[in-house]
């Protein structure tokens, strides 16, 4: 018998089961394959990629949520998937490498870069840095360090460089593709679901349904598909928490 597989993950905010979308894409993953997990508070210093969320599986620790993903395919099979074509494995594949690789540095922009989105960040991630057991009183020059490098890692990447309106429109011009890919499917590929809507729900109910203002989220929310999307993803997946 396999062991239990253990995910190591931020916390819970602002209604979501965690702050991370890509954590978030992980364990609703596990939601659609079925595979029971338990979630736990994690540190990054202890992953093995440096980074959240990572999972302990079989006596092994397993990083970065797509390398997991796939770890869970090979283990238990490929309910969601193994019927795609090659043309939908590889729309699949753009749609995912377009909201990890572009979307998500809009969303950490947002938090990270833009006051107001730090003002409502912060208090969450102070709450995060209690679960560890720092202590108050560092945890403000932990988070300034913490923000510090970050915003190097935004500059680096490029998004940090732009002005917000020009992030503004890096991001809604994701939300318009991956719209306009889905259509009026019920899922992102058609009729059933597959591994790509983990990809898709978390992103855009992190988008859409966090206290972080923007115009790119105003831009989502007017979709009425993406809004039916969320709503019978979370319904489906998420109404038992």
């Known amino acids: 018998m396999r062991d239990a597989i253990t995910v190591h993950k931020f916390l819970s905010a602002w209604g979501q089961p965690d702050l991370s979308p890509f954590v978030?894409?992980?364990e609703t993953y596990l939601r659609m394959?079925?595979?029971p997990y338990r979630g736990v508070s994690g540190d990054a210093r202890r992953a093995p990629k440096?980074?959240?969320?990572?999972?302990e599986h079989d006596g092994k620790k397993i990083g970065d949520s797509s390398f997991i993903i796939e770890h869970l395919k090979t283990s238990?099979?490929?309910p969601l998937d193994a019927a795609l074509s090659a043309h939908d494995r590889a729309v699949a594949a753009a749609c995912q490498a377009m909201v990890e690789e572009q979307l998500y540095f809009v969303l950490l922009y947002q938090r990270w870069q833009e006051k107001p989105g730090w003002v409502t960040y912060e208090p969450v991630l102070r709450d995060y840095l209690g679960t560890l057991g720092i202590p108050a009183i560092l945890r403000g020059a932990v988070l300034s360090m913490a923000r510090k490098k970050v915003?190097?890692?935004?500059r680096a990447q490029g998004v940090g460089r732009h002005s917000s309106a020009e992030v503004d429109a890096?991001?809604?011009r994701v939300v318009h593709s991956v719209a306009d890919l889905m259509g009026d499917r019920p899922f992102f590929l058609g009729d059933r679901p597959s591994s790509i809507d983990a990809t898709v729900y978390s992103f855009m109910t992190t988008l859409m349904d966090t206290p972080f203002p923007s115009e790119v989220k105003e831009h989502a929310r007017a979709v009425p598909a993406l809004r039916a999307y969320t709503d019978r993803m979370r319904d489906r997946y998420w109404s038992s928490r």
């Open 24 to 26: 978030f894409k992980l």
């Open 33 to 35: 394959a079925g595979i």
């Open 50 to 55: 440096g980074k959240l969320p990572y999972i």
């Open 76 to 78: 238990f099979g490929d």
């Open 151 to 154: 915003l190097q890692t935004l």
């Open 170 to 172: 890096i991001g809604k």
